[in-house]
């Protein structure tokens, strides 16, 4: 390989790694959310006897990590999971494994292990699209490129997610309200 060549390669890769890192965003604002639901939580953390769960939203997903509590496996069913958008409208998701697949309409269960945490996320299937061969977009939840940006403050969106643990089904529903609207500090 020429120098020229390594030059160009190492550039090449640079440009991916800084463009594909979660901390910078393209979008002009940030939305600052708040739990209301199934508690009030700044830092958007609930946990019972069955579950511990921790969200952290950005412009296109609802990120989380669950911890299992119980002594035997739990089940998220991702086919009847909701994302409640801010106008109140619900809509089928896609989770991680199956967002970028042709399975991101109808999504298999995950399994989290006695004891075990997942890391996963929240993503409205309508969102997605294929663009073509290995090529996805996702679209944003909400408005985040102009100054109608901050109308998004005080709108709530949200997740319901079935939950099987301890021989039962159970559906969480987690609210999130906008609390803030803020110049990105995180611009490319």
Known sequence: MTKKKLITLIVVMLSFSVGSCSGLS??????????????????KEYGDKKIVIKFWIDEKRLNFIMKNLTDEPIIIDWA????I?????????SNHDSMFTNARFNPP???????????DSVVPAKNVQKL????????PLLNQFDKDAYLNKGKTMGVDLPVY?????ETYSF??????VAPSSRRL
């Open 165 to 169: 643990a301890n021989g039962a089904w």
């Open 85 to 93: 958008h801010v106008d109140s409208k619900r809509h089928s998701v």
């Open 109 to 119: 269960r995950s399994i989290i292990e006695a004891g075990a945490k997942i890391v």
């Open 26 to 43: 393209s979008y002009k604002y940030t939305n600052i959310y708040s739990m209301t639901s199934p508690h009030d939580s700044t830092s």
């Open 132 to 139: 073509e061969e290995f090529t996805w977009y996702v679209n």
């Open 80 to 83: 009847k999971a909701e994302y």
């Open 175 to 180: 609210r999130f309200r906008i609390i803030n």
